[in-house]
């Protein structure tokens, strides 16, 4: 059974994007996204909500190409381009989209057959609204949250609406040098 691994930048005080969606406090470096690479390397499937799909769709599918582009846009802008995608939607159809699915309903009946095919892990990156449906129904089996050193005070918090307790244990953590601690949790 493959499994469904989510993904997420927080700051301190567990927020996920600024009042207006705003991500530039976020702290990357090429530690970090080598890391971020040895993880898309074991998954063959990428699961968004509808915004960051639509986000990362005007971006990853040419980022690579781009005359300065860095070693990672390459590397994602490929795998990106290669995995198969699943938006979780009610309001767009995958018509006309490459390589996607879209769930707009059966969440669980639906995440559950995914995770049930041959293939790689399952990665959702960002998308806080899937990600606590998902939470919700049980769907995920793994969380990495990578904890930026700063404290926002307001913005989108990284659990909102959650009906249930999801008791998780420490399975590692990692420092790295730009300041981010990454949290390894699986569900116990």
Not at 94 to 103: A, F, P, R, S
Request: with cysteine; net charge negative.
């Amino acid at each position: 059974m493959r499994n469904l691994i989510f993904f997420m930048h927080t700051s301190l005080d567990g927020f996920v994007a600024g009042l207006n969606g705003e991500m530039d406090w976020i702290n990357l470096d090429e530690t970090l996204f080598d890391f971020v690479a040895t993880m898309t390397d074991k998954a063959d499937t990428a699961l968004y909500g509808r915004v960051t799909y639509e986000m990362m769709q005007n971006y990853w599918p040419t980022a690579g190409e781009q005359p300065n582009a860095s070693k990672h846009d390459k590397e994602h802008s490929a795998w990106y381009n290669k995995v198969s995608k699943v938006v979780l939607s009610k309001t767009i159809s995958e018509k006309g989209l490459y390589n996607t699915t879209v769930i707009s309903d059966q969440l669980a009946d639906n995440i559950n057959k995914l995770k049930q095919q041959e293939g790689k892990n399952i990665l959702i990156f960002g998308s806080p609204g899937a990600s606590q449906s998902l939470l919700n129904e049980g769907l995920i089996d793994e969380f990495w949250l990578f904890v930026n050193p700063v404290i926002l005070g307001q913005g989108m918090p990284l659990f909102k609406d959650i009906t249930g307790t999801t008791k998780l244990k420490l399975a590692e953590s990692k420092t790295f040098s730009c300041g981010v601690i990454a949290l390894h949790y699986e569900k116990s």
